[in-house]
């Protein structure tokens, strides 16, 4: 059984696309859209790799990257025209080929947690696109995340971390 951690703790995180919900991203049912919880709960932990140095200059200069394999998306509450939210990402769990991440969505005007999505990625060679072992640097890079934030994996739903061939 997963569990939510506290709002202070997902506070703690870095906070990425903190805005308001404007209209384009309002559906027919009046409240923001699962492809807008998708884009920006994919987007905010991609962000996070690019600052443990996985960054603009990884496929060009090491011939790396990340490929997402599966993802996992709750929603827990809405989150309506004007309302005030952020994303928050954390990286949970690693293999060597493989990482676990989660992205938090706030809805920062209610003090709640609206919306959890897990994401799963393989690294990879872009030359062979095949699964790759992570590089020193950005496995100790993920591994000082993953400690820190220990607690992010109790709200994990329980998707593997597979042992990519």
């Known amino acids: 059984m997963t569990s939510l951690p506290t709002l202070d703790q997902v506070r703690s995180l870095p906070a990425y696309y903190g805005m308001t919900v404007p209209d384009d991203y309002i559906d027919q049912n009046g409240h923001m859209n699962i492809s807008r919880y998708f884009e920006l709960g994919a987007w905010a932990p991609w962000r996070r790799l690019e600052e443990m140095g996985a960054d603009d200059s990884y496929i060009p200069e090491r011939g790396l990257s990340f490929f997402t394999v599966e993802h996992h998306i709750r929603y827990l509450a809405e989150l309506r025209l004007g309302e005030a939210f952020s994303v928050r990402p954390a990286i949970v769990a690693r ?17 709640r947690i609206v919306c959890t999505m897990e994401l799963l990625w393989v690294h990879v060679s872009m ?14 890079a993920l591994d000082g995340e993953i400690a820190q934030r220990a607690w ?3 709200a994990a739903t329980g998707l593997t971390l597979r042992r990519p061939a």
């Not at 062979?128 to 020193?136: E, F």
Request: proline share 6%; glycine share 8%.
């Open 95 to 111: 293999t060597g080929k493989a990482v676990h991440g989660i992205s938090f969505v706030v809805d920062e005007g209610r003090d």
């Open 127 to 140: 030359q062979a696109r095949r699964a790759a072992p992570i590089p020193d640097d950005v496995a100790a």
């Open 152 to 154: 992010a994996r109790d």
